[in-house]
Structure formats: structure tokens, C-alpha cells
């Protein structure tokens, strides 16, 4: 498969988004998913979050479930209003690109930062007052 470009990314993302509406006017994706994306509004709870749906089906499964879902809900929706094989692709190059593009944030490494920042203030404020003590003391 050859590399996608950014306006076949763009294009999948207006289809999935629902800017662009499917040829046969099937419903968007957003409808009933969501996606990690700070450029989106939150999508439908309905079903599941697809942000890593590329590395966990991969073009053949995604591809797959566009073409014929095993899903009631999302068979119904999609019943006499199926996506072209072009809609599909341009979704696919969205959901490959965002699943690229999305780096889950490392919460450990953020704690472990901010226990340190934490003891080390800890330790002055300690040291501070440890030394007026002592000092008060000596008078």
C-alpha cells in the first residue's frame, strides 16, 4: 500500500468526523465512536473508542468490518447506505495516521517527576525549619 497522503488523511478524517457527508449517505463515524484527538469534539459512546484501532486490526480488519459489519447496530445503520471502497481507504489512512500520531501520556515518568520536585521541597521546607529551631534554641 502506498503511503497515504495528507489530503487522503484530511479526507478520511471529514468522513469520519461527519464534514463530508458518505456518498450514500450512511451516518458518521462519530456517531456512536470516538477518537483521542484535541481537534475533535467527543465523539458517540455508543461503541467502541477507535484512537488504536489500527495496530489492533490493522488494514485487513478495519478494512473488513467497513465493508461487512459484524455488528447489529452498525449493520442497521450501514443497511443499503454501504461505504465505497475510496471512503474506506481514506478512513483507514485516518485512523493508521492518528493511531501514529497518538502517543499515550508515560504517567509513571510524570509521578516520578513530581515526587522528586515534592521531596526535594519537602527537604528544604524541613531544613528551614530545622535551622530556625536550632537557631532559637542557641539564644
Avoid at 79 to 87: I, P
Avoid at 88 to 110: C, G, M, V
Wanted: charged share 25%; net charge positive.
Amino acid at each position: 500500500k502506498k503511503a497515504a497522503s495528507k489530503e487522503d488523511i484530511n479526507r478520511g478524517m471529514a468522513l469520519f468526523q461527519g464534514s463530508q457527508r458518505f456518498l450514500r449517505q450512511g451516518p458518521s463515524c462519530m456517531s456512536c465512536h470516538d477518537v483521542k484527538k484535541t481537534s475533535f469534539f467527543a465523539g458517540g459512546g455508543l461503541a467502541k473508542e477507535l484512537t488504536k484501532s489500527y495496530s489492533k486490526l490493522g488494514e485487513t480488519g478495519i478494512s473488513s468490518i467497513l465493508k461487512k459489519a459484524p455488528f447489529p447496530v452498525m449493520r442497521e445503520a450501514y443497511a443499503n447506505k454501504e461505504l465505497t471502497d475510496e471512503e474506506i481507504t481514506f478512513l483507514i489512512d485516518f485512523l493508521a495516521n492518528l493511531d501514529q500520531e497518538h502517543k499515550p501520556r508515560d504517567y509513571r515518568s510524570d509521578m516520578l517527576r513530581l515526587s522528586m520536585v515534592g521531596f526535594v521541597v519537602l527537604f528544604i521546607l524541613y531544613f528551614i525549619l530545622w535551622t530556625v529551631g536550632n537557631t532559637r534554641r542557641i539564644k
